[in-house]
Every structure is written in C-alpha cells, then in structure tokens.
C-alpha cells in the first residue's frame, strides 16, 4: 500500500515563525502536492512538484514556499506564518504522468497560528 | 481555471437505501475525475475514478457516471451502511495535467440507522 507520512498531525506557532511542515511518500511517486483544507473551502491546491528540485505553484501559492530536495521528500514552509494560515494541510503523491493518475493523502497535519 | 461545484453539501439518508451526489466542470478539456472519501481525522482515500473515455465505471456498491457533453459527473452508492458515514469530495483534472486536481467543497453523507 501507498504510505504517505506527514511528520506531525498537530502543530501550533507564533505568528512571524517560519513554519515547516514535512512529507515522505515510500512509493517512488514522481509528483508530490500540498493542499489546504478549510471547512466549506474543500482542498486547494498551495504547490505541487513533478520532480526533484521542480516546483509549480498552484492556485493559492502567496505566503508560501516549497522544497524538493529528495524524491521521497517534499516540504511547506511558511516563511513568516499568519493566523490565516491556520488550517489543516494535506500532503498528496501520484505516480508519474502530468498528473492523470491518482492521488494518494496522507493524514494531514492540522496547524494552528496563534 | 477549472471550476468543480458538488451538491448537496448535506445528505442524509436511511441506512440500506441509495445515496447520489453530484458534481459539475467547466473545463470542457478535463479527463480525468477521481471520488475521494474523507473519515474524521483521516486524509482523504480514493474510492473510484472514471476516465473520460468511458461513461460508467461500477465497483461493487460504488458506481460513477460521467456525461461530457453536460460536464457532470455523479457517485452512486447503492445499499448504504453506516461505515459510509463520512465527507466526499469529488476532483476534475484540467486537461493539462499541468495544475493538479480540482476539488469540489465535499458532501457530508449521513446514514441515519
């Protein structure tokens, strides 16, 4: 089965920390997502990576960075968090194609801005 | 961009009886259109996906439709049961394949015993 780990399920910052929030897939998947997940919102599309070092914004990418040094690897950074960033944030991997193949989640870590 | 609008945003229903729920697209160039479901404190897991080449895809009490002249797609769960108490989300892919997936804002399903 496809495992995706994300490091932690909860998290609470200061506003102005930079905030990194870590994801490992263990099935080889070329392309790795973050979304976020707000309540009446659904899951929006924050970055996304087709390969190592590659990186392409999606549709909510302001106040937000990403890092791809690894295959397996891929990390959100808020680079000085705000308390609308409070959400709930999900890590997804696919296997390789432009992205018409499924997506698999991980459990979401859940961070809270105060 | 593509648009995906799913309703309800509720649905309850008697346990044993059918549960349909609803999804549009704008991007007439979409081809692919995955069904997640979302349990509390859990990601969301894939259920069934369709692909635009076909019209119906069936697996087991899961069903989805697609018709792409009226850009709408549809999941049936038929003999419902309490564990498919959960959040669903359906997802449109542009064309592309350059942007990911495209979320509608879910469906809570309760199945009332």
């Known amino acids: 089965d496809v495992k995706v780990t994300q490091s932690s399920r909860y998290l609470v910052k200061r506003t102005g920390e930079k905030v990194f929030l870590e994801c490992v897939q263990d099935?080889?998947?070329?392309?790795m997502f973050w979304y976020r997940q707000d309540p009446g919102l659904g899951l929006r599309l924050i970055y996304f990576?087709?390969?190592?070092?590659?990186?392409e914004k999606g549709d909510i990418p302001e106040g937000y960075s990403v890092s791809r040094e690894k295959k397996e690897r891929f990390s959100l950074i808020l680079e000085s968090a705000s308390t609308n960033q409070t959400s709930m944030y999900l890590c997804?991997?696919?296997?390789?194609?432009?992205?018409?193949?499924?997506?698999?989640f991980g459990d979401g870590t859940r961070l809270s801005i105060l | 961009g593509e648009n995906v609008e799913q309703h309800p945003s509720t649905l309850s229903v008697q346990e044993g009886d059918s549960a349909v729920i609803k999804c549009t697209y704008s991007?007439?160039?979409?081809?692919?259109f995955p069904w997640y479901k979302q349990e509390l404190g859990k990601g969301p897991q894939l259920i069934i996906d369709?692909?635009?080449?076909?019209g119906e895809k069936k697996d087991q009490r899961i069903a989805v439709t697609l018709n792409k002249t009226a850009k709408h797609f549809s999941l049936h769960i038929t003999e419902t049961q309490p564990e498919d108490s959960a959040v669903y989300f359906c997802?449109?892919?542009?064309?592309?394949?350059?942007?990911?997936?495209?979320f509608g804002k879910g469906t809570h399903l309760i199945i009332q015993p």
């Open positions: 997804a991997s696919s296997y390789t194609g432009r992205g018409n193949q499924p997506q698999h």
């Open positions: 099935m080889d998947h070329e392309n």
């Open positions: 990576s087709y390969d190592v070092k590659m990186k």
């Open positions: 991007d007439s160039a979409s081809n692919y």
């Open positions: 369709i692909r635009s080449n076909v």
């Open positions: 997802a449109a892919l542009e064309g592309g394949g350059a942007d990911g997936l495209t």
